[in-house]
C-alpha cells in the first residue's frame, strides 16, 4: 500500500511530461505508536487454594489456549509483553491485588467525531466513580504534500469536557491535540479526576476543520471511556488473579485459562497428600481417630466429604459432619490411593478427581457426579450419608430357602421359588466403550480412550457405549473406567429377588451377599447352627440332616462376624446333622449363625444388594445384582496405552480453569 502511495504521488509531481525526470517522494518514519496495557482481574475459583503447579508461575498461565512461558523454560509470547502477574488464593483476609486494586467499567463508544455534526457526549453508567479516562485514537494521521509527494505527520485537536448531573458547568473544559505520524490506528488516553455528582457526561468536540482532501488523512474517533471505581475489593475466600499486558498484542480480551493445584479441603490427619503420588495408600500413617486437617487433596473421595460438609459452596448448611458416615468413606479414599498399573511402566493411584465445577446444580446431581468418580454411590440412611463402592469386598449375609419369606398354599406347596431371576436383555449389553477424557499434555483437550472387549464383540457384535470420565486427566484411569464399565455390564447380567422379615431391614445398598438357592447346581443346603461354636473348634452343629455323597467334596460356610468364612468339609459320606471341616474357628460363633454346605468345585454366587423396601405386611424386599469378584484384577491390570482409535466424539479445548468473571482496562 505503501508503495502504492509512493507511485501516486510520484507522478502527480512529475508534471506528466514524457520521459520527464523527477525526485522520488519521501515518507517520514510513524511517530505514534500506541503503548496501551491490558490490565485482566480473573476470579478464578473458591478459595482457599494450594496455588499454581509450577514455581515459575507464567508456565501456568494460558492465554488463547498458549502457554504464556513453556515448560522448557522459552517464551511463547514475547517476554516483555506479559508485564505483571499476582496470584491471590483466596484466603479470608488476603490483601488486595497489587496494582489491580482499582475496579474499572470500560463502556465503547468508537463514534467518528466530526466538525460539521458538532460534539459527540457519552454518560457514565455508574455514580460512584472515583476518576475516569477518556480514550480518543485516528485510524490514520498523515498528509502528502500535492507537490513533492512528501508524506509527513500532521495534527487533530479536539476538546474534552466533562460535566456531572447537579452542576450547571463543567467541571472539566480543555483543548488537546494529537501530533505526529502514523499510517495505523493510534488511541491515547486522557485521565480525570471527578468530583460533583454522578453520573457524569463526557462531551469530545474536534477543533480542528474536517478534511476535505485524501491528502489529508486526520478523522478522529471518540473510542470509549473508562471509569475507576474507588472502592478497593480483597475478593476474600475467592482465589484472583491479575494479568497486565501490551494491549497491541491481542486484537481483543484474551482467553485466560490456568493450571493450578485447587482447593485445600478436610483430609484425616494422618494422611499425607504431598507423599501420596509415590507412598501411594501408604500416605495414611498408623490408626485413624477420626479428625480432620486442611490441605489439598485430589482424592475423589475427600473432595466428596468436603462438598458435603462446605457451607459456603456445599451442602454444609443442611448437614454437619455428625451426618456423614466419614469412616466408610476412609476405607474408599484408601482404595481410591493404592497403586495400579498405569500402563506405560509405571504405577499411579487408581483414582484421581482433576476438574472444575463451575456451574450450580441440583446436591445430589453433583454429588453422584463425585461420587461416580471412585465408582460409587451414595444413599441417606438412618439420618446419615453413606457413600457406597464397587470394589472387592466379602459376603455380609447369607439367603437360603431357610431365612427367606416363601409363598406356601395351603397344603404346603410353594407357591413360587423362593427366589425371582431376571437376566439383562442381549440388545442392553455393551461391547466397546469410548471414554472422554482431558488431555493434560495437549492443553486438556477432549481425547477420546477406545477400550473393546474382544469376546464380547464376537459374541454381541461392536455395541458402542459413550461416557465421559469427569475430572479425569489420566489416560489409565480412562482406560480403566472403560474396561469397568464393560466388565459390569458383560458379567453382572443378572438380579434376584427375595422377600425376608426383620433380617432385611440391616440389609445396605452395596453390600454383598451370598445366595444358597438348593435350585440352583451345588448349593444343597442352608440353615441356622443349633448350637454355639467355640474358638479353636472344627465341628459345627447342624438343625437339619445333610447327605454327603462319596468322591464329592464340599465346604462349609458360616456368617462369622461380618463376612462368611468357608472351610473344606472332613466328614465322610453319609447323613449328618453335624459336620467336620478342616479349619479351626478363629473366634466364637453363635447359635443361630447361618451356614452353607456348596459342592467344592460349584463357584459361588455373590450379588451385590441395590435396594431394600418395607412392604406392607412388614417384610422387606431386597433386590440384588450379580456380583463378578473377578473383574478387579481385570481392570487394574494389563493396562496397556497406545494410539486411539478415532471416534465422533467432540474434541474442544476444556481446560482445567475456566475464569467467568474478567475486568478489564487500559493504561498508558
Known amino acids: 500500500m505503501i508503495d502504492k502511495i509512493k507511485k501516486e504521488a510520484f507522478l502527480s509531481g512529475s508534471g506528466g511530461k514524457s520521459g520527464g525526470g523527477g525526485d522520488t517522494p519521501e515518507e517520514e518514519d510513524d511517530t ?103 480514550r480518543v485514537g485516528v485510524a490514520a494521521l498523515y498528509q502528502i504534500d500535492e507537490d513533492s509527494g512528501d508524506i509527513t505527520g500532521t495534527r487533530v485537536e479536539y476538546r474534552i469536557k466533562i460535566k456531572d448531573s447537579v452542576s450547571a458547568g463543567n467541571i472539566f473544559n480543555a483543548v488537546f491535540s494529537i501530533t505526529g505520524k502514523t499510517r495505523g490506528a493510534f488511541e491515547e488516553e486522557r485521565s480525570f479526576d471527578l468530583s460533583g455528582t454522578g453520573p457524569w457526561t463526557i462531551t469530545v468536540a474536534r477543533q480542528t476543520d474536517d478534511s476535505d482532501r485524501t491528502t489529508l488523512v486526520n478523522d478522529l474517533f471518540f473510542k470509549a471511556i473508562v471509569g475507576e471505581v474507588g472502592a478497593k475489593f480483597r475478593y476474600p475466600n475467592t482465589a484472583v ?36 503420588d509415590t507412598a501411594f495408600a501408604g500416605a495414611y500413617s498408623g490408626t485413624w481417630n ?53 500402563g506405560q511402566g509405571g504405577q499411579e493411584r487408581r483414582f484421581v478427581f482433576n476438574g472444575h465445577i463451575n456451574n450450580r446444580g441440583e446436591a445430589f446431581d453433583v454429588l453422584n457426579s463425585i461420587a461416580a468418580t471412585f465408582r460409587g454411590m451414595l444413599y441417606y440412611h438412618q439420618g446419615t450419608v453413606v457413600a457406597v463402592q464397587d470394589s472387592p469386598g466379602e459376603t ?65 457384535g461392536h ?43 440391616f440389609l445396605l445398598p452395596g453390600e454383598i451377599i451370598d445366595i444358597a438357592d438348593p435350585d440352583r447346581e451345588g448349593n444343597l443346603a442352608s440353615g441356622f447352627l443349633r448350637a454355639k461354636t467355640e474358638s479353636g473348634d472344627t465341628v459345627y452343629n447342624l438343625d437339619r440332616n445333610v447327605v454327603l455323597f462319596p468322591s464329592e467334596l464340599y465346604n462349609l460356610g458360616v456368617i462369622v462376624g461380618d463376612q462368611i468364612d468357608f472351610s473344606i468339609v472332613t466328614t465322610t459320606a453319609g447323613t449328618h446333622d453335624k459336620l467336620t471341616v478342616s479349619k479351626e474357628a478363629t473366634q466364637k460363633i453363635r447359635k443361630g449363625a447361618m451356614w452353607v454346605l456348596k459342592k467344592n468345585d460349584v463357584e459361588r454366587r455373590q450379588y451385590r444388594v441395590i ?3 418395607e412392604d406392607d ?52
Open 32 to 134: 505514534l505508536q500506541s503503548k496501551a496495557k491490558a490490565k485482566i482481574v480473573v476470579a478464578v475459583c473458591e478459595g482457599e487454594i494450594k496455588g499454581f503447579v509450577h514455581s515459575d508461575r507464567l508456565k501456568n498461565v494460558f492465554l488463547n489456549d498458549v502457554r504464556v512461558q513453556a515448560l522448557s523454560d522459552g517464551f511463547n509470547f514475547n517476554e516483555d509483553d506479559i508485564t505483571a502477574s499476582v496470584l491471590r488464593k483466596g484466603t479470608n483476609d488476603q490483601p488486595v491485588l497489587d496494582n489491580f486494586d482499582d475496579i474499572e467499567i470500560e463502556q465503547g463508544v468508537d463514534v467518528k467525531v466530526t466538525k460539521e455534526a458538532g460534539q459527540t457526549s457519552a454518560t457514565t453508567t455508574r455514580n460512584d466513580l472515583r476518576s475516569v479516562r477518556v
Open 241 to 276: 488473579l491479575g494479568l497486565k499486558f501490551n494491549a497491541e498484542s491481542f486484537s481483543s480480551v484474551p482467553r485466560v485459562a490456568l493450571e493450578i493445584d485447587g482447593l485445600k479441603i478436610q483430609v484425616p490427619n494422618n494422611y499425607n497428600p504431598a507423599s501420596v
Open 290 to 342: 477420626g479428625t480432620f486437617k486442611t490441605e489439598f487433596s485430589n482424592n475423589p473421595a475427600w473432595i466428596f466429604y468436603d462438598l458435603l460438609v462446605n457451607d459456603r459452596y456445599g451442602c454444609g448448611d443442611f448437614m454437619s459432619a455428625s451426618d456423614i458416615d466419614k469412616f466408610s468413606l476412609y476405607e474408599i479414599a484408601r482404595y481410591c490411593d493404592e497403586a495400579v498399573d498405569d
Open 396 to 460: 455380609c449375609k447369607i439367603f437360603g430357602p431357610s431365612n427367606v419369606i416363601q409363598d406356601i398354599d395351603n397344603d404346603g406347596r410353594l407357591k413360587s421359588p423362593p427366589f425371582t431371576y431376571e437376566g439383562t436383555g442381549l440388545k442392553t449389553r455393551k461391547t466397546v466403550c469410548l471414554v472422554s477424557w482431558n488431555d493434560p499434555d495437549d492443553l486438556y483437550k477432549t481425547k477420546v480412550e477406545y477400550v473393546e472387549d474382544s469376546l464380547g464383540v464376537d459374541r454381541y
Open 463 to 505: 455395541r458402542e457405549l459413550e461416557i465421559r470420565a469427569f475430572g479425569c486427566t489420566s489416560q489409565a484411569q480412562a482406560q480403566r473406567l472403560g474396561k469397568w464399565n464393560l466388565a459390569t455390564n458383560l458379567t453382572e447380567t443378572e438380579t434376584v429377588a427375595f422377600k425376608v422379615a426383620a433380617e432385611g431391614f
Open 611 to 613: 435396594g431394600a423396601q
Open 617 to 668: 405386611d412388614g417384610t422387606v424386599s431386597v433386590m440384588a445384582v450379580l456380583h463378578n469378584r473377578n473383574k478387579y484384577n481385570q481392570i487394574d491390570s494389563a493396562t496397556l496405552i497406545q494410539r486411539q482409535r478415532p471416534s465422533p466424539v467432540n474434541t474442544s479445548t476444556v481446560p482445567l480453569v475456566t475464569p467467568e468473571s474478567i475486568q478489564v482496562g487500559f493504561t498508558d
